[in-house]
C-alpha cells in the first residue's frame, strides 16, 4: 500500500475541511442575528469566520488557509448567488489573509495584532474592490468609519480565538493525536 | 518532504502538535499591537481630514446644492435646493409600495415609505453634499450634491450605495 509523496495527508486536509465548513457556518449564524440591514453602514458586520482564518494561519499555514478563505467565499457564492458580496469577501479576505501571514512571521505581534491588522486589511481590500467596481474613488468616503469598526472587531475576533487555539493546542500537546 | 507520515495515526500532525507548528502565537496584548492600533487610528483620521478637506473644497463661490432621486440606478428626479422658496414633494411608486420625498429651501428628506425597515425616513434631513438617504428594499436613493458653475458634480459619495443595492 503505497502512499503517493503527498506534502499534506488526508488527514490535514480533512482538518482543513471541518474549518472551511466552521468558517461557513460561522458566517450564516453571524447574519442571522445581524442582519446587514440593521448597520448603518453597508459592509459593516462581525466577521466571525475570520477566527477560522486567524486559527489556519497558525495552525496550518499559509497554502491551507489560502484554500480555507477561497473555497469559503466560492461555497457563499454558490448558495448565496450574490456577485458583488463574492468579490468583496474574495478581496477583503485575500487582502487580510495577505497582512496577517506577514505579520505572523514577527514574533513581537500577538493575535491581537495580527487579527486588527487583518481586520484593517479586510476593510481595505473591501473598499478597494467597491472603488474598482463603481471605477470612482467615491468609496473612500466609508473608511474612516469602517476602520474603527474593523479595529474592534479585529480585537474581539483575536479574543474569541484564543481560547479556541488553546483549547485545540491542548488536546494534542506532541504526542498521539 | 518534511516528516509527514502518512499512516492514520499522525504522530506529528501537521499543525497539531507542537512538534508540527512552526508558530507560536503571542496571547498576550503586546506594545507592538497597540502601536498598530494607534497607528491605523492615525491612518484613519488622516484620511477623514483629507476628505473632509476636499468636501470643503468642492463649494465654490458658484456651486449649489441639488437634490437627486435615483431608483435602481435610474436617475427620476432633481430638484435645485438653494432656489427652492417653498415645500416641494415627489412621490415614487414600486411594486411593493411607495415613498415621499420632500424637499424646502437647503434640506431634502424622505418623508415617507411603506418600506418595512424605515431607515430611509429615520435618517431624517439632508442637508449638505455627499449625505444621502437610501431606501433598500425599494432601491431608492436620494442624495445631495454639489453642482458648481458648469454643472458638474464636486461631491458625491454614494457611488457605494448604488454598487450594493444594484
Partial sequence: MSEGHMKYSIYDMTRWSILTALALTLSVTESLFFPSALFPVPGMKLGLSNIVTLLAIYLFGALPSMLIVFIRCLITFAFGGNLTAFLFSLAGGLMALFVMLILRNINKFSLFGVSVSGSAAHTV?????????????AAISYLPV?????????????????????AVTAIHPGGQS | MRGYPMNIHQKNAAGLTSAGRKYKPQYRFTRWDAGVVVLIVLLTAGIAAWLFQTTQNS??????????????????????????????????????????????AGKVCIETSQCP????????????????AVCLPYKTVLKVVSVDGQGSITADTSALYDAISR
Fill in chain 1, 125 to 137: 481590500g473591501q473598499i478597494l474592490m467597491a472603488c474598482l467596481l463603481t471605477r470612482t474613488w
Fill in chain 1, 146 to 166: 469602517l476602520m474603527m469598526v474593523s479595529i474592534i472587531t479585529g480585537l474581539v475576533i483575536a479574543g474569541l480565538s484564543i481560547p479556541v487555539y488553546k
Fill in chain 2, 59 to 104: 463649494i465654490t463661490e458658484d456651486s449649489h446644492l441639488e437634490a437627486v432621486l435615483l431608483v435602481s440606478g435610474k436617475e427620476v428626479w432633481r430638484t435645485d435646493l438653494s432656489v427652492l422658496t417653498s415645500r416641494e414633494t415627489y412621490d415614487v411608486a414600486v411594486d411593493e409600495g411607495g415613498l415621499t420625498v420632500l424637499a424646502e
Fill in chain 2, 117 to 132: 425597515d424605515q431607515i430611509c425616513v429615520h435618517t431624517g434631513w439632508l442637508i449638505s453634499a455627499g449625505q444621502t
